[in-house]
C-alpha cells in the first residue's frame, strides 16, 4: 500500500535532491535552492513501507492560483499510475478547492495529465515568463 502525506518533515530531502538534481528540469539543481523549494511550497511525498518513492509539490496562494511542480516517482515504482495519483491528490484536496488555475509544465506526461482535466493554455498569447540566464541557457540547449 502507498501512502500520500503532506508533511513535510516526513520527506526525505536528501533522496528528493537527488532526485531532482538527475531530472531534465533541474539538472544539477543544489541541494539549497530544494530546502528553500520545499520551504515555500505545499509539498506531497509517497511512502511505501515508510521509504519515500514519490514527490511532488505545489507552489500557491491556496486560493487562486496553483502551479504543480516536480512530480517525480522513483524509477521502480513508475508505471503503476503514482505520478498520476499525487496530482490529482493536489486537485481533489480541500486546500485547493475553488482555485481558478492550476497549472503544470511536462516534457512528456501530457497523456497523463490529460486524464486529470490539464490541456495546453486557452491563451497562449497572454502567457510569459521571465527566464534566468542559465535556465533560457538549459531551455535552448535542450532536444
Avoid: K, N
Wanted: glycine share 8%.
Amino acid at each position: 500500500m502507498i501512502d500520500l502525506d503532506d508533511d513535510s518533515a516526513r520527506l526525505d530531502v536528501a533522496r528528493v535532491h537527488g532526485w531532482l538534481a538527475s531530472s531534465y528540469w533541474s539538472p544539477d539543481i543544489d541541494r539549497s535552492l530544494v530546502e528553500r523549494a520545499i520551504a515555500g511550497s505545499h509539498c506531497l511525498g509517497a511512502y511505501r513501507d515508510g521509504e519515500q518513492i514519490g514527490y511532488a509539490r505545489a507552489i500557491t496562494d491556496h486560493a487562486t492560483f496553483a502551479w504543480i511542480a516536480d512530480v517525480w516517482i522513483d524509477a521502480p515504482a513508475r508505471g503503476q499510475g503514482l505520478g498520476r495519483r499525487m496530482v490529482q491528490w493536489f486537485v481533489d484536496h480541500p486546500r485547493f478547492a475553488g482555485i481558478r488555475r492550476i497549472a503544470l509544465v511536462t516534457a512528456d506526461a501530457h497523456g497523463v495529465y490529460a486524464t486529470l482535466g490539464f490541456h495546453p493554455p486557452l491563451r497562449p498569447d497572454r502567457y510569459m515568463e521571465r527566464l534566468s540566464v542559465e535556465a533560457a541557457a538549459m531551455l535552448r540547449a535542450a532536444p
